[in-house]
């Protein structure tokens, strides 16, 4: 089986202060800062929309979500998520990332997978 690949996207990942809600490029067919083009045509993300959709703050898998993923869009050039930030009374890291995100200082997501060929 191979590792895990993580690739970060600059994106126009943006957030709603009144819901909470945003949405964002994931992915493209561009070659990335890991040397890897994540074909969208490849992609499954079923089990992990059935998972609940869990966004993980820096791909830390022992920590609680601060986001959840609600739609997945996909193109032949790239992938979009729609996506709600945790609310802060829940999770006081998810209100930072939220807050983070709405003042423009993260403009970009990351996907982590496992090639399956």
């Known amino acids: 089986m191979l590792d895990?690949?993580?690739?970060?996207?600059?994106?126009?990942?943006q957030v709603d202060a009144t819901t909470r809600r945003g949405g964002g490029v994931f992915?493209?067919?561009?070659?990335?800062?890991d040397a890897h083009v994540l074909v969208t045509s490849g992609i499954e993300y079923e089990n992990f929309l059935n998972a609940g959709g869990p966004m993980l703050?820096?791909?830390q898998e022992l920590e609680p979500p601060?986001?959840?993923a609600t739609?997945?869009?996909?193109?032949?050039?790239?992938?979009?998520?729609?996506?709600?930030?945790v609310?802060?009374?829940?999770?006081?890291?998810?209100?930072?990332?939220?807050?983070?995100?709405?003042d423009g200082y993260l403009r970009g997501l990351s996907a982590s997978w496992r090639p399956l060929e």
Do not use: M
């Open 4 to 13: 895990r690949i993580t690739r970060f996207v600059e994106s126009d990942v």
């Open 27 to 33: 992915t493209s067919d561009e070659v990335g800062r």
């Open 57 to 59: 703050w820096a791909h």
């Open 66 to 68: 601060v986001a959840q």
């Open 71 to 85: 739609r997945i869009r996909l193109t032949d050039k790239q992938g979009r998520v729609s996506f709600r930030f």
């Open 87 to 102: 609310p802060r009374e829940t999770y006081a890291l998810a209100g930072t990332v939220a807050d983070l995100v709405r």
